[in-house]
């Protein structure tokens, strides 16, 4: 397959240009995400107000999929409850594993073409991984594994 | 199998004898590069293993029939060959495990008994995961600390300067790789065992990078034990070797307990076998031995100086060809190595580089390499490694540079949008 069909534009340039990366002064939830397989590290901040992810960052070094995924990942849960958080993950999750894309959601949809690499559909859910985590009120490390 | 060649090996025709290398993976011929990580197996020793199990598969050492015994001399003479590779003095002190992981835990557990608080052992900051965990859960068993001879940076040498000051911090086991998988280092294991010997200090190097490429001698090496895996030196999956000086294994306790390794059993209590089947509970990988013996015979066909001036020079000339490729940061030393090369690039993970060369044929490896301690000293979380064997050849290291500037120039460089 052609290799732009994986590394969607969205996804490189998020990647050179990752968006919400910092560490939040204010956050009351935060969760470490770990893919033992290459030693790659994501910590997710958030900050809720009442029942809404008020702001939401995150740090870390890892591949363009895991770096980029983080970075739309936080574009899209700001100002959304736990449930809808959830809700989400769970078409990110059936995008990146059915390859299947979502017509109303072209950033998620990005990621599509991960589920031809299935060793690398870790590197795509390990920012959401951690960041579920914090949202249950779980400081721990989320692993990939 | 080729004919042996001592002076000069015909490399391209030996790829022949490599059943897997003809094949396209994603539309391009295979290029192997992961050879530090495991060997392809030549048909010698594929063919052995069929043999094996076709016609003289049998349990060792315990039946009279024909086939046991069949099987028996197979097993004891893959012992005596492995021997003969490493100039063991001899095959008793040939311990069959499953890899130089096994072996190096057979050795740390059988010192539970031999060191006290106080006592220490030293090891190196290149150690690969399997020669650094298992020292640390003897270090938690018995109380002893743990030692490191630095590595001085990118250049992945290992600092000698203070080796003596520190072998005389009680330490009672120096352990160290001969070959670094991460970094390509060659260390000067005659020169480490001597000094530690001067000062009474057992020694176990670390093998599983050196075995299948560098002449091995145990007793020019002056080493006390020295552990290596068969898989990484085209030899099968599941059979490794320690090598164990015979006065020390004869005083050491036994690993695992079981059949074979006893002499007389009683319900309260049993005594031991001898060296060197007291280490060797339960049936053993008859036929990974048996495999063994054939992939030692193929090596040996070629010559190990061969081999490792073929693989040694493919990696050097790969390290100067990349230094060359924008935002590349190399390590190890740029002179003499062994047959790999390590390096971050700028704006790509290790992991993206592995899938870009992966779709177009290039198997190499990206990741920690199980040194996450050395990476988290240099500062890099991950490395692309290109490990290079005696099938490969230098239209292979063209086609590594290239993908290597390619993906510089997708994930990163200027030229990308």
Request: net charge negative.
């Amino acid at each position: 397959m052609d290799l732009t069909e994986l590394y969607q534009s969205v996804i490189l340039e998020n990647n050179r240009r990752p968006r919400n990366f910092r560490k939040l002064p204010a956050a009351n939830r935060v969760a470490v995400g770990n893919n033992p397989v290459c030693g790659d590290e994501i910590t997710v901040y958030v900050q809720m107000d009442g029942d809404r992810i008020a702001d939401i960052g995150f740090q870390g070094a890892g591949c363009a999929i895991s770096q980029a995924s983080a970075s739309v990942m936080t574009q899209r849960l700001k100002g959304r409850t736990l449930a809808e958080a959830e809700a989400l993950f769970g078409r990110f999750k059936e995008i990146v594993t059915q390859g299947t894309p979502d017509e109303a959601d072209l950033d998620l949809s990005a990621f599509a073409g991960v589920h031809q690499f299935p060793a690398r559909i870790k590197c795509a859910t390990l920012g959401w991984h951690a960041a579920i985590n914090a949202l249950h009120g779980e400081a721990v490390t989320a692993t990939t594994e | 199998m080729n004919p042996p060649a001592a002076s000069a090996p015909d490399w391209a025709a030996l790829r022949a004898d490599f059943p897997i290398l003809d094949q396209t993976v994603h539309g391009h011929p295979l290029v192997y590069l992961d050879n530090a990580a495991t060997t392809q197996k030549p048909r010698s020793v594929i063919d052995a293993l069929v043999r094996y199990y076709e016609r003289d598969n049998a349990n060792v050492h315990r039946a009279i029939h024909e086939l046991s015994y069949r099987a028996t001399t197979a097993y004891e003479a893959a012992r005596a060959r492995a021997a003969r590779f490493v100039n063991a003095a001899s095959p008793e002190e040939i311990i069959f495990t499953r890899g130089a992981t096994e072996g190096i835990n057979l050795v740390a557990y059988a010192f539970t008994s031999r060191l006290r608080p106080g006592d220490a052992i030293l090891v190196t900051e290149m150690e690969h995961h399997s020669n650094l965990v298992p020292w640390q859960l003897l270090a938690r068993r018995t109380g002893a600390r743990l030692l490191f001879v630095p590595v001085t940076g990118d250049d992945g040498l290992l600092d000698l300067g203070d080796l003596d000051s520190l072998l005389a911090r009680n330490v009672k086991l120096f352990a160290f790789p001969h070959v670094s998988n991460s970094l390509g280092t060659i260390n000067p294991a005659a020169e480490l065992c001597a000094r530690a010997r001067r000062q009474g200090v057992i020694t176990l190097v670390d093998a599983a990078q050196s075995a299948g490429h560098l002449p091995m001698d145990v007793q020019a090496l002056g080493c006390d034990f020295l552990a290596f895996s068969g898989h990484k030196m085209a030899g099968p999956t599941g059979i490794g070797v320690l090598y164990g000086r015979r006065a020390l294994l004869e005083e050491m306790d036994p690993f695992q307990g079981g059949g074979e390794m006893i002499a007389t059993v009683h319900y309260e209590e049993s005594t031991w076998n001898k060296v060197p089947h007291k280490f060797e509970a339960g049936t053993p990988d008859i036929a990974g031995a048996v495999g063994l013996h054939a992939a030692m015979d193929y090596l040996d066909a070629i010559g190990r100086p061969a081999i490792a001036a073929h693989d040694g020079g493919l990696a050097r000339d790969a390290y100067s060809r990349l230094a060359a490729v924008p935002g590349i940061r190399l390590f190890g030393p740029p002179g003499e190595r062994g047959g790999l090369v390590s390096f971050g690039l700028a704006g790509a993970h290790a992991h993206d580089v592995v899938t870009f060369a992966d779709q177009e044929g290039i198997a190499l490896r990206g990741g920690h390499h199980c040194t996450q301690p050395l990476w988290r000293k240099l500062g890099i979380t991950a490395t692309t490694r290109a490990s290079f064997y005696l099938y490969n050849t230098p239209a292979e290291v063209d086609r590594l540079v290239e993908v290597i500037r390619t993906a510089a120039e997708f994930f990163g460089g200027q030229g990308s949008t």
